[in-house]
Structures are given as structure tokens and as C-alpha cells.
């Protein structure tokens, strides 16, 4: 009799991994649903890291092409040509790095950073309250 119980477990265990295994089956859905607040809040840090982005390879194109060339300052190269393209090259960079530090270092990430406290955050208090509550 355990035989027959046992067999019967096994075979319904095998045609559970088989619809489970086959390519239409979709499983449970377990995960939570974020609130609007924390879609919203998704949706805005993707949007400020895709600004980041954005704005990085819009510098390195505005750096490769503010940089001057060496044969801009003259065909024989000098000790004096050389210094005017460093100081070229320094000012250009200076923009850069400027621009760089006021718009992402300044504003941009802590704008994410805000973001990131507040998503995590909520989820955290939610289900903080979840518990105490259950």
C-alpha cells in the first residue's frame, strides 16, 4: 500500500515538472507591486542616470572636439608651440571638468542619491509596517 502512495506522489511530482518545464508555463507572480510613488521614483532615477550618461558622452564628444591639434600651433613642433597647445588642452579640459563637477557632482547625483534613499527607504518602511502590523 506505501508502494502505491508513493508511486502516485512521484508520478504527480513528474507531471508537475513537466507542465512546469514546458516553454508555454508561466509561473506565480511573487513579487510585489511598487506603489505609484515608487514607480514614479524608478522612473525618475532612470531618468537622472540616463541624463548622467547622456551628458558624459556629450562632454567626451565636446572634448574630442574642442581639443586642439598639435599641428594647429605650428609645423615644426617648438618648445613654445608645445606650451600654447598645453595650455589649449588645459582650458579645454578646465571646461570640461568644470562643467562636469557643477551639473552631475553638484546637482545630478545627489538628485540620485535622494532618489535611491527614498526608494529603498519606502520599501524598507513598508515592509517594516508590514510586519509589526501582521
Known amino acids: 500500500m506505501e508502494g502505491q502512495v508513493e508511486r502516485q506522489e512521484l508520478s504527480e511530482l513528474t507531471d508537475d515538472l513537466r507542465q512546469e518545464a514546458a516553454p508555454d508555463h508561466r509561473g506565480p507572480d511573487i513579487r510585489e507591486r511598487p506603489t505609484f510613488v515608487q514607480w514614479a521614483g524608478y522612473r525618475l532615477l532612470w531618468a537622472i542616470l540616463g541624463l548622467i550618461a547622456l551628458l558624459f558622452v556629450g562632454l567626451l564628444g565636446y572634448l574630442a572636439i ?40 553638484k546637482t545630478l547625483v545627489p538628485l540620485l542619491t535622494l532618489l535611491l534613499g527614498y526608494v529603498f527607504g519606502a520599501r524598507a518602511g513598508q515592509a517594516l509596517s508590514s510586519d509589526e502590523g501582521g
Open 66 to 105: 574642442t581639443l586642439p591639434s598639435l599641428s594647429a600651433f605650428g609645423s615644426p613642433v617648438t618648445a613654445e608651440s608645445l606650451a600654447l597647445h598645453q595650455r589649449a588642452s588645459d582650458v579645454a579640459f578646465q571646461r570640461v571638468t568644470t562643467l562636469l563637477d557643477q551639473v552631475v557632482i
